[in-house]
């Protein structure tokens, strides 16, 4: 195989979406929810048919653009979108081992273009969320700084960084190059982006950038602009490929040039959306921060991750950041209509939550889950066991993790084994989407019946709680359709070897990272009701089916289950019995 340069090694790939997803809220990439103006939809249909079979020409989207913000022609360099435009800069001036210093965070192209050119990323921290600090970015200059990035607003944070505290910086450090991106400018009310090109009319160290995919809403045409000194738009045309921009992007070109009453109708839009959805999130307890682009940053803290996969649920798809972002508990969302807005802040309304242990609830699991536990065991030593006696064996010895169990049993027959190794004999048997072959988790038999979960959703948030690991209780739950009604879910990934059922830290998390209003668990075994127990929740105990009746009821009402259900497809109606009779209490 051949090798790619050295450093492409420790750099994802980037996907972007292969289809249109059919979302009721798009609202993870910035895009201008309003659409493109009728003046960009009437250019399209009329482009002249030389100007499809021809390769494009800049001179008359030059001249307009020349003439609109007085700028000189050589100082412009149009580029296929601000991602072309940042690319081009750094690939022309940033050598090995110099650094670009920015803020973190900050758009995420600008480390993945720093990379790929062998060059380092610096990023300053914010010590206020989200205040830009001068002192802070200058103290941070090192000899090896050759370029400082500045997005304006900040993208994701949404904070306007005026042109006032920039120039003084600029004109001290005139051996370091600025890029000022100005892509969400035109939606702020504190500063213009003709502002910020003084800037580069001033300084010859100053490179601004600009996308009009989404103040315009064209972000399929990839559109965007470089002003800087001349000597610099001449180093960028030595590396830009020719013809980048495409024929059509340039005839809408000079439609947008026309388009400032539309532009002022969406800026409008976009500003009363943008207070009303910042007002009911605050008012629903969270923490959205001041924002002068088309988003809004909220820190939904513990929340975070059920907000998002709620939204989603419900066909709202906002931006989420890696765990080790310096934003991890908040979500990125591009601001909707009033519309929108009112049903986003719908969704953020507490319900009453429904925690539903997995094996024996959701699934029957006696030929999958239970069977790959002693097959792992017997894959080691020729003798079978049978659940109840590793199941037993963890009660005596009070061992929460199977595969723990499975290791203990094993070293009793002199057989020492390192747990990883374990675990991934039973992910061999169970589920492993990288071996191509049968599973015993397609042997899951689903216990409850989707119309069930689908009118318990309307009422109440569910969550789960089991062993499984992520990606097994995922590949379940869509192959019977049911992924749709469940938030959030404490799984085996994360867990410690201690943490598993029946210990109660795992319901613990869930109280912690779900907002509820009341809050009840249905289980399938002995360690679900132990751990709602210990964690003092409400328990509703199932009867697994094939099971024995009568053991099973002693079983449970030894150990304090509140409430036994002999049949899983009556919880409907039996939570509502229980909710009646406790308003008639308190009636």
Not at 192 to 207: C, G, Q, R, S
Not at 298 to 308: A, E, H, I, Q, R
Not at 415 to 420: E, K, M, R, V, W
Not at 555 to 567: D, E, F, T, V
């Amino acid at each position: 195989m051949i090798e790619s340069k050295k450093n492409l090694e420790n750099i994802s790939s980037h996907n972007t979406d292969l289809y249109k997803q059919d979302w009721r809220l798009k609202l993870d990439s910035n895009e201008n929810i309003y659409g493109c103006s009728n003046n960009i939809i009437s250019a399209i249909k009329n482009i002249p048919n030389e100007e499809i079979s021809l390769y494009p020409t800049y001179g008359k989207l030059k001249d307009k653009f020349s003439e609109k913000y007085k700028i000189n022609k050589d100082n412009i360099l149009f580029s296929n979108g601000c991602n072309e435009a940042l690319d081009l800069i750094i690939t022309a001036y940033l050598e090995n081992d110099e650094e670009i210093l920015s803020l973190n965070p900050t758009f995420s192209m600008l480390e993945l273009y720093t990379k790929i050119n062998g060059a380092k990323t610096k990023y300053i921290d914010y010590d206020e969320k989200f205040i830009f600090n001068k002192n802070k970015l200058e103290e941070s200059i090192t000899q090896n700084t050759k370029i400082i990035y500045i997005s304006t607003p900040n993208n994701p944070t949404g904070e306007l960084i005026r042109p006032s505290i920039l120039e003084p910086i600029i004109d001290i450090h005139k051996n370091i190059l600025f890029i000022i991106d100005c892509t969400y400018i035109n939606f702020s009310y504190s500063a213009t982006f003709e502002d910020y090109i003084e800037l580069e009319e001033k300084y010859d160290n100053v490179a601004i950038i600009k996308s009009f995919s989404i103040d315009f809403a064209i972000a399929g045409l990839r559109l965007g602009v470089i002003i800087a000194n001349s000597s610099i738009i001449k180093n960028l045309k030595k590396i830009i490929s020719p013809y980048s921009v495409n024929a059509i992007s340039v005839h809408c070109g000079l439609s947008i040039l026309n388009d400032s009453k539309r532009l002022d109708e969406i800026k409008e839009l976009n500003f009363k959306a943008k207070e009303f959805l910042a007002q009911g999130l605050k008012n629903a307890g969270f923490e959205p921060y001041p924002s002068e682009a088309n988003f809004i940053l909220c820190d939904f803290k513990n929340y975070n991750d059920f907000y998002y996969e709620k939204f989603k649920k419900y066909g709202v798809i906002t931006k989420k950041f890696p765990k080790n972002s310096s934003v991890n508990s908040c979500l990125r969302i591009t601001v909707p209509t009033i519309g929108g807005v009112k049903y986003i802040l719908e969704l953020l309304t507490k319900k009453d939550v429904l925690i539903f242990g997995v094996e024996d609830v959701i699934f029957d699991d006696k030929n999958s889950y239970q069977k790959a536990l002693c097959q792992t065991y017997s894959s080691f030593i020729n003798k079978e066991i049978t659940i109840e006696e590793i199941y037993q064996f963890k009660k005596i010895n009070g061992i929460n993790h199977d595969f723990s169990a499975i290791k203990f049993l094993l070293e009793k027959e002199n057989i020492l084994l390192g747990l990883d190794e374990i675990i991934k004999t039973y992910k061999n048997l169970f589920y492993n989407p990288k071996i191509k072959k049968e599973y015993l988790i397609d042997n899951d038999k689903l216990l409850i019946s989707k119309e069930i979960l689908e009118e318990l959703s309307k009422k109440y948030d569910l969550v789960l709680f089991t062993n499984r690991y992520k990606n097994e209780i995922e590949y379940s739950l869509k192959k019977y359709n049911i992924d749709k009604y469940f938030y959030y879910c404490i799984c085996a990934d994360d867990l410690s070897e201690n943490e598993f059922k029946p210990s109660p830290k795992g319901v613990i998390k869930i109280l912690q990272n779900c907002p509820y209003k009341n809050i009840k668990y249905i289980g399938g075994n002995i360690d679900d009701i132990i751990a709602a127990n210990m964690a003092n929740i409400e328990t509703i105990a199932t009867i697994p089916p094939n099971s024995d009746y009568n053991k099973m009821i002693n079983n449970y009402r030894h150990i304090g289950a509140k409430y036994i259900l002999n049949k899983i497809n009556d919880i409907e109606d039996f939570i509502e019995e229980l909710e009646n009779k406790s308003e008639n209490q308190l009636a």
